[in-house]
Structures are given as structure tokens and as C-alpha cells.
């Protein structure tokens, strides 16, 4: 049976419970991270190096970071996650990968600041900044949005799981920096979103 490592509080164990619920697969969750520790002991680092959660074992086949996890499952159990074509394919991937590298710096610097209320991540000039940049990114997701229902189509695929469980931290920080734009097409996809099940249940968390 697949197993997954990973507290539900977490935005990337989120990642890979929704994709898992979606696609109706048993699984075996083990809370592990932060309070419930685990990731430091050597079991644990043989498995995941980086000491970090999600860990998959599907198997005997282990496999750690969050959107690789959403893409395997999503490859190998089908459901319509994973497109076909090459091209719409790549266009999830686009945005799996924009998630980590464009989208995450800023929601992160919010998030650690607004809700863990870390001392690093206080300076009222960085988190006006990161909500500036923050309105700009989630309107080219608006702008990707316009005329398609999902990011990768009329389909919910694996491309929306990463910035699905983003947008609803986003909408959802408290004490926020400013103004969130209103953007007309994210707010439909979000209210999409929220009519799944799966979603519903594994991202739609009070925020800790």
C-alpha cells in the first residue's frame, strides 16, 4: 500500500493528499514534521535526505518533493491529472514549476510572518513588498485563467494542485499587507476548486 509521510498541515503533504484523493487510491498517512518529529532520525533521512515532508513509499519505490509526487501518481494512475498530449502536459508542468520557483518565495515570507509569526520574517517593508509582487503573480494567473475553467484546460489537471493549495492560503492570510486585486477569473477557478471534495478536505485547513 502507498504510504505518505507528512502532517496535514502542511502546504506540500497537501499537494500530494488532494492528488491522491482525487485519483481514489488507499494510502497509509504517518504524521511526521514538526511536532510529531521523525524526519531527523536516520530510518527517515535513508529515505528523505533533505529531513523534509512529503515522503512517499509506493511499494518499495520511495520518492520525495511534492510536485514530483503529484506528477508520479498522477502518471501512473491516470484519472485525467497527467494529459495526454505533449503540449498540455507541458503547460501543467509550466506552472508546477513557476509555483516553486516564482510564487513561493513571497507566499512564504507572508505566511511565516503572518501566521507562524516568525521573528525572521516581521519587517512590515518586506511584507508589503512580497503582497505588491504577490498581486501581480496571482493576476497572471487570472490572465492564464481567462476562458479556460483549469490552468491546463477545461480539466482540472496536476498543474492546478501546487497553485490550488496556494490560492487558498492566499485568500486566506490574516492581518494582510494591503489590498488582494480582484481578480475575476482566480476567484472562479478558486470557487471551482472548492466544489471538490478532495479539495475541500485537504486544503481548505484553518491556517497554522
Known amino acids: 500500500m502507498l504510504k505518505i509521510w507528512g502532517r496535514v498541515n502542511s502546504i506540500n503533504v497537501m499537494k500530494v493528499l488532494w492528488c491522491?484523493?482525487?485519483?481514489?487510491?488507499?494510502?497509509?498517512?504517518?504524521?511526521?514534521g514538526m511536532a510529531f518529529g521523525q524526519v531527523t532520525e536516520d530510518w527517515y533521512?535513508?529515505?528523505?535526505p533533505n529531513a523534509?515532508?512529503?515522503?512517499?513509499?509506493?511499494?518499495?519505490?520511495?520518492?520525495?518533493e511534492s510536485n514530483?509526487?503529484?506528477?508520479?501518481?498522477?502518471a501512473r494512475h491516470g484519472g485525467g491529472l497527467c494529459?495526454?498530449?505533449?503540449q498540455v502536459r507541458a503547460d501543467a508542468d509550466r506552472w508546477m514549476d513557476w509555483q516553486l520557483s516564482t510564487l513561493a518565495p513571497d507566499m512564504g515570507y507572508l505566511f511565516w510572518g503572518l501566521v507562524r509569526n516568525s521573528p525572521a520574517h516581521q519587517d512590515?517593508?518586506?511584507?508589503?513588498?512580497?503582497?505588491?509582487?504577490?498581486?501581480?503573480?496571482w493576476g497572471m494567473v487570472d490572465a492564464a485563467l481567462a476562458g479556460r475553467g483549469f490552468l491546463a484546460g477545461d480539466g482540472l489537471s496536476?498543474?492546478?494542485?501546487?497553485?490550488?493549495?496556494?490560492?487558498?492560503?492566499?485568500?486566506?492570510?490574516?492581518?494582510?499587507?494591503?489590498e488582494r486585486p480582484r481578480l475575476e477569473h482566480l476567484q472562479a477557478w478558486y470557487t471551482r476548486l472548492q466544489e471538490r471534495p478532495a479539495y475541500r478536505e485537504?486544503?481548505?485547513?484553518?491556517l497554522t
Open 20 to 32: 491522491a484523493d482525487e485519483l481514489g487510491l488507499q494510502y497509509e498517512r504517518i504524521d511526521a
Open 45 to 48: 533521512t535513508a529515505m528523505n
Open 52 to 64: 523534509k515532508v512529503p515522503t512517499i513509499d509506493d511499494d518499495g519505490f520511495v520518492l520525495w
Open 68 to 74: 514530483a509526487i503529484v506528477r508520479y501518481l498522477a
Open 83 to 86: 494529459p495526454a498530449d505533449a
Open 124 to 137: 512590515p517593508q518586506a511584507q508589503a513588498a512580497a503582497a505588491r509582487s504577490l498581486a501581480g503573480l
Open 158 to 178: 496536476m498543474g492546478d494542485i501546487p497553485l490550488g493549495c496556494f490560492v487558498h492560503r492566499w485568500m486566506e492570510l490574516p492581518d494582510y499587507p494591503g
Open 202 to 206: 485537504r486544503v481548505m485547513l484553518p
